[in-house]
């Protein structure tokens, strides 16, 4: 769905590439599979024996790269790419990466998918130290903490800065010489590895991008790893002993691309289960089942499936409607969702609907679907969401950081089935994820950041702690 009207967004997707005489226009392709996870900016730096050159602009990537020129001007055998959505800054050009940085006896190219969360601390103390920053994202700290670090070696600096950060995330480093990739010691972002034929190697947020450029999957990147890539071919080192596998849940159930894999899971297939397990969790007497497009409708088929009932294409999404559309006033945003969705009234007339979804965050896409279907002639409406009620907020990298923007922290299951104007709602296990996932791991929640769901983290919550214990406590107050 697009970002307004899930109202639940990634930061971003990164893409490097090292040894392939076409890297931008490939980092392009790359990209153009990504941009799904963010929608605000694009960028993409090339390295030109060993010059580091630039562009990047706001909007969707065919924005930025509209004046073909502009592709053209990057000429080089090595890239990294990126596209943005801010949890964590401003939405200003200067915090559209790949972040350059040019010193006197070096280039790099910073692009970073995630969020810090002890980035304040680190920036008051660097600023202390005397560091100037220029954007206002959170990504700029590991190129200081690189400089500033007394290591003899580029590689033992790099080492000593993601020692330092703590969070969720994934970072691509290009320099004049070699390319590097790190993963957060928990793997609560995606990042793999592959494989071109002409012998370069490819590191993505998602295997759909190596997919674009018809690179062949080698690995995926594993906690607290450290990879190195040049002229030589590839070096997997760690940085820090890995802790407990703990990928972003709602990558399986929102974020990533139905064709993509995470760990050898294929992202459709796991949705699909999730329907399945949720069609046994939460049945209904009903007549058709209908997903919301596009992320839901892997789901959809499953429960459909499992429950025995015909999926039905109940729902149309407008493949050109414009993100703009949406306006900050309740009768325009409706329009817009009526510009984005229509409901198929031949379809859903006289009948008794089940409607998948994959999450609720705030609830009003859900309202308006709802009454799409009624209005349409539907008899009765019995919502069902293929994951368990988002209560708690994200600090790793999603735009939710308060319960107050979640309408399950706020409301009872009646309440909010009430206010959908749905006949029934019901949700998937925390169980049922993580079992139609089935991770291979012993790791808690079966290798899945569950945070979202239960209030569990598996970090530290650093600079957001005191702010989300005292917002909690609040909570269980009233």
């Given at each position: 769905?697009?970002?307004?009207?899930?109202?639940?967004?990634?930061?971003?997707?990164?893409?490097?590439?090292?040894?392939?005489?076409?890297?931008?226009?490939?980092?392009?392709?790359?990209?153009?599979?990504?941009?799904?996870?963010?929608?605000?900016?694009?960028?993409?730096?090339?390295?030109?024996?060993?010059?580091?050159?630039?562009?990047?602009?706001?909007?969707?990537?065919?924005?930025?790269?509209?004046?073909?020129?502009?592709?053209?001007?990057?000429?080089?055998?090595?890239?990294?790419?990126?596209?943005?959505?801010?949890?964590?800054?401003?939405?200003?050009?200067?915090?559209?990466?790949?972040?350059?940085?040019?010193?006197?006896?070096?280039?790099?190219?910073?692009?970073?998918?995630?969020?810090?969360?002890?980035?304040?601390?680190?920036?008051?103390?660097?600023?202390?130290?005397?560091?100037?920053?220029?954007?206002?994202?959170?990504?700029?700290?590991?190129?200081?903490?690189?400089?500033?670090?007394?290591?003899?070696?580029?590689?033992?600096?790099?080492?000593?800065?993601?020692?330092?950060?703590?969070?969720?995330?994934?970072?691509?480093?290009?320099?004049?010489?070699?390319?590097?990739?790190?993963?957060?010691?928990?793997?609560?972002?995606?990042?793999?590895?592959?494989?071109?034929?002409?012998?370069?190697?490819?590191?993505?947020?998602?295997?759909?991008?190596?997919?674009?450029?018809?690179?062949?999957?080698?690995?995926?990147?594993?906690?607290?790893?450290?990879?190195?890539?040049?002229?030589?071919?590839?070096?997997?080192?760690?940085?820090?002993?890995?802790?407990?596998?703990?990928?972003?849940?709602?990558?399986?159930?929102?974020?990533?691309?139905?064709?993509?894999?995470?760990?050898?899971?294929?992202?459709?297939?796991?949705?699909?289960?999730?329907?399945?397990?949720?069609?046994?969790?939460?049945?209904?007497?009903?007549?058709?089942?209908?997903?919301?497009?596009?992320?839901?409708?892997?789901?959809?088929?499953?429960?459909?499936?499992?429950?025995?009932?015909?999926?039905?294409?109940?729902?149309?999404?407008?493949?050109?409607?414009?993100?703009?559309?949406?306006?900050?006033?309740?009768?325009?945003?409706?329009?817009?969702?009526?510009?984005?969705?229509?409901?198929?009234?031949?379809?859903?007339?006289?009948?008794?609907?089940?409607?998948?979804?994959?999450?609720?965050?705030?609830?009003?896409?859900?309202?308006?679907?709802?009454?799409?279907?009624?209005?349409?002639?539907?008899?009765?409406?019995?919502?069902?969401?293929?994951?368990?009620?988002?209560?708690?907020?994200?600090?790793?990298?999603?735009?939710?950081?308060?319960?107050?923007?979640?309408?399950?922290?706020?409301?009872?299951?009646?309440?909010?089935?009430?206010?959908?104007?749905?006949?029934?709602?019901?949700?998937?296990?925390?169980?049922?994820?993580?079992?139609?996932?089935?991770?291979?791991?012993?790791?808690?929640?079966?290798?899945?950041?569950?945070?979202?769901?239960?209030?569990?983290?598996?970090?530290?919550?650093?600079?957001?702690?005191?702010?989300?214990?005292?917002?909690?406590?609040?909570?269980h107050n009233q």
């Amino acid at each position: 769905m697009p970002i307004e009207a899930k109202g639940l967004n990634e930061e971003c997707g990164v893409f490097g590439i090292w040894g392939s005489t076409d890297a931008a226009q490939l980092t392009y392709f790359g990209l153009h599979a990504l941009q799904h996870r963010g929608q605000e900016g694009a960028g993409i730096t090339v390295n030109n024996q060993g010059l580091l050159q630039s562009e990047r602009g706001l909007g969707l990537l065919a924005d930025v790269f509209r004046e073909p020129q502009r592709l053209a001007r990057l000429v080089g055998t090595a890239a990294v790419g990126h596209v943005r959505y801010a949890t964590a800054g401003n939405h200003g050009i200067e915090n559209i990466q790949p972040l350059e940085f040019n010193f006197s006896d070096s280039q790099f190219a910073l692009a970073h998918n995630g969020n810090l969360t002890n980035a304040q601390t680190l920036r008051h103390e660097l600023e202390a130290d005397g560091a100037i920053f220029h954007a206002s994202s959170d990504s700029e700290i590991l190129m200081h903490l690189v400089r500033r670090s007394p290591a003899s070696t580029l590689v033992e600096q790099v080492k000593d800065a993601l020692r330092q950060v703590h969070g969720g995330f994934a970072y691509l480093l290009l320099t004049n010489d070699r390319l590097f990739a790190a993963l957060d010691p928990n793997g609560l972002r995606p990042l793999v590895v592959g494989k071109l034929p002409t012998g370069g190697y490819v590191v993505c947020s998602e295997t759909c991008a190596l997919d674009a450029v018809g690179a062949e999957f080698v690995r995926d990147v594993h906690p607290g790893e450290l990879l190195m890539i040049d002229d030589r071919g590839l070096t997997i080192t760690n940085y820090q002993p890995a802790d407990a596998l703990a990928i972003c849940a709602m990558e399986f159930i929102y974020f990533a691309r139905p064709d993509s894999d995470i760990y050898g899971v294929n992202v459709h297939s796991a949705r699909k289960r999730m329907g399945a397990q949720l069609a046994k969790e939460q049945p209904v007497a009903a007549d058709i089942v209908v997903g919301v497009p596009n992320s839901s409708l892997s789901a959809a088929t499953g429960y459909a499936e499992a429950s025995g009932l015909p999926y039905e294409m109940g729902l149309i999404k407008n493949q050109y409607s414009s993100r703009t559309f949406i306006q900050p006033t309740q009768a325009l945003r409706e329009q817009g969702v009526r510009m984005k969705l229509s409901a198929v009234r031949g379809v859903v007339a006289g009948k008794r609907v089940v409607l998948i979804d994959d999450s609720i965050v705030r609830g009003t896409t859900c309202r308006r679907i709802v009454k799409l279907l009624k209005d349409a002639g539907a008899l009765s409406v019995h919502l069902r969401i293929a994951s368990p009620p988002l209560r708690y907020p994200c600090f790793y990298g999603i735009d939710i950081q308060t319960t107050k923007e979640l309408i399950a922290a706020q409301k009872t299951l009646p309440e909010m089935c009430a206010s959908f104007g749905a006949d029934s709602l019901g949700f998937l296990s925390e169980q049922g994820v993580i079992s139609a996932v089935g991770l291979k791991t012993d790791a808690p929640y079966g290798g899945l950041c569950m945070a979202y769901f239960n209030g569990d983290y598996p970090t530290p919550l650093y600079d957001y702690q005191t702010d989300y214990d005292n917002e909690i406590q609040v909570k269980h107050n009233q």
